[in-house]
């Protein structure tokens, strides 16, 4: 896996997740059409430069399935209700994303001809090829995995140089800065540390993947304006994941 520190030129495809929670802006539920079309805005940007984009989005500002499983929903079901939603914010994005003139695609891991196109990877790597944006719907397609699961994947299997978690803190921290003020922020972090410390700013099982085949990481606030573009250009935003220390030297 090619290694990218920040403040290098930056990279050529890349795999971003972006928050549905951050999708909410000012609105209670659902989707905030300012922050789609400031968010669809700087993809745009980013698609400009010439980078090769595959796009997860989240589903937790329509429905999170673990929420719906610990208020008695079976798991399977909830978890699939929470799929549905990820297609929803995906179809929402892509419609932003047209309207501002880029070429993108939607593809689902749950069939669903009339709306999104399969996931099939040499369908979603003949796209990227072509310079469209690529938005993966529907998680893996199974239950019990995240989408932070399903981004590691497919980053993967898309062969992407990093993965790019777009949330809304601006890294990894010690302890929730939302709730705690003396919360301290990491500017690196080892897959490892991620594991033993048991950060929950990204699901164990996507960390175990990219740890297996040492993709990096970084975690950043995509409410800050411009901060995917400098993230895909390598300056420094976030919190870097890696492998060894000797990746502390980017930083």
């Known amino acids: 896996m090619t290694k990218t520190c920040k403040g290098s030129p930056g990279y050529n495809r890349v795999l971003l997740k972006l928050s549905g929670e951050a999708l909410l802006g000012d609105v209670p ?8 079309d400031v968010l669809a805005r700087e993809i745009v940007q980013v698609h400009g430069l010439g980078i090769e984009l595959g796009l997860v989005v989240g589903g937790g500002n329509i429905f999170r399935g673990i929420a719906g499983s610990a208020q008695g929903m079976d798991r399977t079901s909830a978890d699939q209700m929470g799929m549905l939603a990820t297609v929803m914010n995906s179809l929402a994005l892509q419609d932003a994303l047209n309207r501002h003139g880029v070429p993108v695609r939607v ?16 369908r979603a790597l003949h796209h990227l090829d072509k310079g469209r944006v690529v ?16 981004a590691a994947l497919r980053a993967l299997e898309i062969n992407a140089e990093i993965l790019f978690k777009a949330t809304r803190v601006d890294g990894v ?79």
């Open 173 to 251: 921290y010690d302890k929730d800065p939302e709730n705690a003020p003396d919360a301290r922020k990491y500017d690196y972090l080892t897959y490892q540390d991620v594991l033993e410390k048991g950060l929950g700013v990204i699901d164990a099982t996507a960390i175990s993947l990219a740890k297996e085949a040492d993709l990096p990481i970084i975690i950043f606030n995509m409410q800050v304006p411009g901060n995917i573009e400098r993230a895909v250009k390598g300056e420094d935003v976030g919190t870097r994941i890696g492998g060894t220390d000797n990746e502390k030297s980017c930083n």
């Open 107 to 122: 593809l689902s891991a749950i069939e669903m001809g009339r709306i999104a196109e399969p996931f099939i990877r040499g």
């Open 29 to 36: 539920y659902g989707i905030s059409p300012a922050v789609m």
């Open 135 to 150: 938005i993966f719907a529907a998680g893996t397609g199974n239950p019990f995995f995240t989408t932070d699961t399903a």
